[in-house]
């Protein structure tokens, strides 16, 4: 049993809280928060990610991998790899960059068409676009790469879920539907950062 406490909470989401893990600091472990048992975002991940794993040459490099439960004091938890910089510094959401504008746009865009040119080559569904679910990995001084901690798979179970899994071009479909959701929820962000009035509140 891990006890999990205050002191480890990285940050809390929708429906879950992410802990760092106090034996492996490499490691996050996701709790939930919302018990509500439709939308088990463990669930889904959990089983997701074990799908794509049994997929032959999976290119893992920019989403998070996931190593199954543990029993914690908040109920069950599940293992992920935690983001890091190339200097050990745990990496920051690619929104807190938009935000700080810390990186140039022609480099964001690149950065975002990689994303999509991996998922698309991958065939990996994100479907819970929001630009917190990012992460932005510095790779080196100057160069960075996108990271999805959260939202693959589906946003419940069911049988679109299934089919999705079944057949490629249904796959290939939801997941362009996806990215222009994605890419609208982006352009809001950046017309925000560029006017500048309305703070981010979750980075
Ligand atoms: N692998 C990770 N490494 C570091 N921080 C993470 C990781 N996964 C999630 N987080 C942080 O925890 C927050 C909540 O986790 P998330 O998986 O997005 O929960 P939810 O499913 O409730 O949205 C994220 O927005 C992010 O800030
Ligand atoms: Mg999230």
């Known amino acids: ?43 889904l991940e959990y089983s997701y990610m074990k799908y794509i794993k049994k997929r032959k040459n999976i290119d893992l490099s920019q989403v998070t991998d996931c190593y199954g439960y543990v029993n914690t004091n908040l109920g069950k938890g599940l293992v992920f790899d ?32 990689e994303l999509k040119n991996y998922l698309e080559k991958n ?24 990271i999805i901690v959260d939202g693959l798979g589906a946003k419940r179970t069911g049988i679109k879920f299934t089919l999705y899994k079944a057949s490629k071009t249904y796959t290939k479909y939801k997941i362009k539907r996806q990215w222009d959701k994605f890419i609208k929820m982006y352009e809001k962000d950046v017309k925000r950062a560029k006017l500048g009035k309305r703070p981010f509140t979750r980075l």
């Open 82 to 113: 935690r983001v890091f910089d190339f200097d050990g510094t745990p990496s920051k959401s690619f929104r807190y960059y938009l935000a700080n504008k810390i990186i140039p746009l022609d480099e964001q865009e690149k950065l975002i068409y």
């Open 1 to 43: 049993m891990i006890t999990l406490n205050k002191n480890l909470l990285i940050a809390k989401g929708g429906e879950r809280d992410c802990y760092l893990h106090p034996d492996d600091s490499t490691k996050v472990i996701k709790t939930l928060h919302k018990k509500d048992e439709h939308n088990n975002q463990n669930e």
């Open 123 to 146: 065939l990996i569904l994100f479907v819970d676009t929001s630009l917190t679910n990012i992460f932005c990995r510095k790779i080196s001084d100057n160069s960075y790469k996108l």
